[in-house]
């Protein structure tokens, strides 16, 4: 059994490449819990698993307590929203207060970029970063590159279109670390005024013409439109940016073949893709969304259960 280099998850751009590898092998086990129909083992019996979550939610938090229910950790879910925090208690004495009470790890989304790494300082359990801000997404990441494993059989010279706002999306960052790490030859597109400045430099292609990164493409990743960090007029309407980037059957079919569809969810149903496309038998959106229990497991299993650095 390897290690995990950190006592958190906070970011790809941090994590080696042995360290993911590490990760999604250890998934594929944890896939197969899942598929049980007694999906319970003891591994993480007496562990105590906190989400502290600033933002909505339905499967990063969802599929983090699943993964501790199935692996029997005790979990808990902390709602901002009729905790302290609306009295104006600050993140840190709130996540310390979880700390003092026993909790092994605290699982944290927040609006703001670094702020899983600020209680990653101040903490002396395990933090995992669940999103923050504009900055990374980790088990996103890692569940859309297992998916891609699972799918394609490898992820090394995997060509991978990563389509939409990519200048508010942490899952496109997330993806970006891990999959150039990992080998895939990573094409980003979407409007220029949500191609974040010098993300070349993140080592990816880009361009503008959403046609020309899905040409011959073994993988396309569409994000959400995240209509709730729109605020710069940054694209002239909805309609507009479904007519010139949305993916169709019609886009779609420049890619590969066998290409493989994904979405991290929710979906803009009809904005950035089309239903005819998220619903049909290339799209592994839904199958994503168990890998995520599996990738949340492996990742608990390797901070607190089994792992040389638990
Ligand atoms: N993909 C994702 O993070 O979904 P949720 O916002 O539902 O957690």
């Given at each position: ?22 990760i ?30 600033y933002?909505p ?22 709602a ?33 970029s ?15 970063n669940?999103g ?83 040409e ?95």
């Open positions: 059994m390897g290690r995990l280099n950190s006592k958190d998850v906070l970011a790809l751009r941090e994590m080696s490449a042995e360290e993911m590898t590490l999604l092998d250890t998934a594929e086990s944890m896939k197969d819990i899942i598929g049980r129909e007694i999906k319970k083992v003891p591994t993480l019996r007496g562990r105590t698993v906190v989400t502290l979550f933002e939610s339905t499967r990063t938090r969802t599929s983090f307590e699943l993964a501790g229910k199935y692996m029997s950790a005790d979990t808990v879910n902390l901002t929203t009729t905790s302290a925090v609306v009295k104006g208690e600050t993140l840190r004495d709130t996540a310390k207060t979880l700390e003092m009470m026993g909790s092994d790890m605290i699982i944290m989304r927040h609006p703001v670094g702020s899983c790494h600020l209680l990653s300082r101040v903490l002396k359990c395990s933090v995992i669940a923050d801000g504009m900055h990374e997404h980790p088990t996103q990441g890692l569940l859309d590159i297992f998916t891609m494993r699972q799918k394609k059989g490898r992820v090394e010279g995997l060509k991978v279109a990563v389509v939409g706002d990519i200048y508010h999306s942490r899952v496109a960052r997330s993806n970006i670390w891990g999959l150039t790490r990992l080998g895939a030859e990573v094409t980003v597109t979407g409007p220029s005024t949500l191609l974040p400045p010098m993300v070349e430099e993140m080592g990816v292609k880009v361009t503008s013409r959403v046609e020309e990164a899905l011959g493409a073994d993988v396309v990743n569409v994000l959400r439109l995240q209509l709730e960090r729109q605020k710069g007029g940054l694209f002239p309407t909805i309609r507009e940016y479904s007519r010139m980037f949305g993916v169709n059957r019609e886009r779609l079919a420049r890619a590969k073949p066998d290409v493989l569809l994904m979405h991290p969810g929710p979906m803009n149903r009809g904005v950035e893709i089309s239903s005819e496309v998220a619903d049909a038998v290339y799209s592994s959106i839904n199958e994503q969304v168990t890998n995520g229990v599996a990738i949340r497991m492996a990742v608990l299993f390797l901070l607190l259960g089994g792992g040389e650095a638990a």
